[in-house]
């Protein structure tokens, strides 16, 4: 990385920690939105500037896992959990000081806590909604994609119940169609007595 290239990322990193102190100030004051709107825009000069590192000069450390834990932190502070998983696996996949690895493993433990708790948050509202989730094994049946305004497929449970699931378009001909007549383990909710499709796949053993 040549001088130039190495002015830039640092460019693009103080970019990003004022508009994180910008952010900071905007959420202590109440403006949520806006908050947001500058945290994403921070992330994304970080990234930026960490990716630069990492395709240029992987092995500069600590300029690289320090980048790569700040934007990291940044898409935790956006909600976007999975990519700050991402990040945070680039930089301990390198060789970060050890003091920094430790700062990302506790990073980590911190963003694996939000997306569980977000989870269940999800659940709950499904739960208040009057969604019951549904597990079913039985054989394919009946597919119509053509009478009705909706995509039904029936599934016959070892009892021979009869159970008619609600499909998603583009779910048919993609994933129902492909098992027709086969054993399956369909998975979906329950409202109001009618089940919409989650997921379908052949049943196991």
Known sequence: MNSAEKSEVQRRHHQAMGLCDSAVAARASGDAKRATTLFRRALGFEKRAAEEVVAKTPKLEPTRSVLLRSAAALA????????????????????PPDEIAEELRDLLERVN?????????????????????????????????????????????????????????????????PLWEERVLATGVERRGRIRLKHIERAPG
């Open 76 to 95: 935790m502070e956006c909600g976007e959990h999975r990519e700050a998983e991402r990040l945070i696996a680039t930089a301990l996949a390198g060789d």
């Open 113 to 177: 806590l939000a997306r569980h708790v977000k989870k269940k948050s999800g659940d709950d509202r499904a739960r208040k909604q009057g969604d019951k989730p549904v597990s079913i094994i039985g054989e394919l049946r009946f597919a119509n994609s053509t009478t009705t305004k909706r995509q039904t497929i029936k599934i016959v449970d070892s009892e021979g119940a009869e159970h008619t699931l609600i499909v998603a378009d583009g779910m048919m001909a993609d994933i129902v169609k």
